[in-house]
């Protein structure tokens, strides 16, 4: 052989060579990500083959909501949500091109059939032709108090524009409503014709971030809801609700010549008062002094015992607690100086649950929960039961689980004890539910408890029967102006009326 002849043989077997290679790596290493791409019409297509299983409440013969409904395009069935705006934070979406959010992800494998527990499903399939619709999701929501939780919220009647509302069963962790105001409605976004793109760019530059849900990813200063917390830390250091405390008009902590005042003249002009009467009242002077007294340590591991600074949250199935929706972390803020000591000002305004505390819905909820349940906070989930495209055959069933104890039972007693106070004679008295035991705290978060314009409305609570609780709740109307934490009182007692409607009263 030539010379020639060589280097044309030597070029070819290089380039034999590189696209072997390269078929290679295509195969074993990217193959993958080509097959699952979202980009990969074939996948679409194929995964459109199958109905995607039903989104339902925990109410027996309730509708569903989230369906799939066949068409007559390429894409066999198209994803729908019957109850729009209403449940869109909680179930989220399945877009064709994109990632799904809410229920709608965490349980897609589930949804779309490719799930091992429905193994046997696309087994007999096989052997049948058919395409076995994926398996179905119910959800712990309670219905009426879904409902009523996000028509309250858009309906409120202090205009505020934005809030949210969770309902926690306080025995189980279970989440009875999770809303959060404005929302959006899913149907848009998991449109099959091109359009889709264009309405999420729509809600993604809307006012009021529509797209964001408040009740998990947006954190509040507590305001005077962290009045709880403080009472509960002061039980711990063997106070009790009869312990006097001194309040009156003012409180100048030591080191600042700021001036804490009560929200109104005649909140607690009096110079003592006990623990459960300041409760009542809401006296800001009160627990400043008190928050000062107890210090930086015991107000911190007051907090972390009830769920402050848990950045590991999730929110989902039981059964996969570190991919569920991400909970932000709630916190109290620097309570200590530079050199490691009580920073004094910083603690008493912290105490009313101002400065830099801050709190998700969720987590305040969680602390209500746990008082009426006798300190054992339990594990919040929404996933109750996977069952399969017959809606007969149970896959999985949610085992509740206890996330850790806050306090002792004895203390949890006296807490509600005075929580109970504030709404039979306080000033959560909108709260109140014919029949049941109501406890509850309002609070109005501001820069300053003095300004009540332009600021937030809480109320943090529960319901009890024959002395078992039956739910919790917490509500936050933002920028709701004077009145708010009446109006979140208010919502509160409705949203809690919807869960026993649903439990039959129990």
Known sequence: ???????????????????????????????????????????????????????????????????????????????SYPNGAAYAHVIGYKPVNGTATGVEQLENDFLSGSSDKLFADRLRDIFTGSHTAGGNVTLTLSKTAQDTAYKELANNKLDAKSGAVVALDPNTGGILAMASFPSFDPNPLVAHDGKAGDAYKRLEGQAG???????????YPPASTFKVLVSAAALSANRNPDTPLQAGPGYQAPGTSHIIRNATPSTCPQEQMTLKEALTVSCNTAFARLGVELGAQRLNDTARAFGFYDNSLRVGNLSATDRGLRVSESVLGPLTTSSGGDDKPNIAISSIGLNE?????????MVAAAIANDCSQMRPYLVERLVGPDLTTGLYAAAPKELRRSCTASEAAQLREMMVSVVENGTGKKAQIDGYVVGGKTGTGTADEEANAGSDGWFIGFAMKDGRPVAAVAVILDDAGKGGSGEAARIAGLVMQGVIKDKGGK
């Open 1 to 79: 052989m030539n010379a020639p002849l060589r280097r044309v043989g030597v070029v070819v077997m290089v380039l034999f060579g590189l696209l072997f290679a390269n078929l290679n790596w295509v195969q074993a290493y990217k193959g993958n990500d080509y097959r699952t791409s979202p980009y990969n019409g074939r996948v679409q297509i194929d995964e459109y083959d199958r109905q995607r299983g039903y989104i339902m409440v925990s109410n027996p013969g309730s509708k569903p909501i989230a369906v799939s409904e066949a068409t007559k395009g390429n894409l066999k069935y198209l994803r």
């Open 209 to 219: 971030n529509p797209l964001l849900n408040r009740a998990l990813q947006e954190t």
């Open 357 to 365: 505390v801050r709190v998700t819905p969720l987590q305040n909820a």
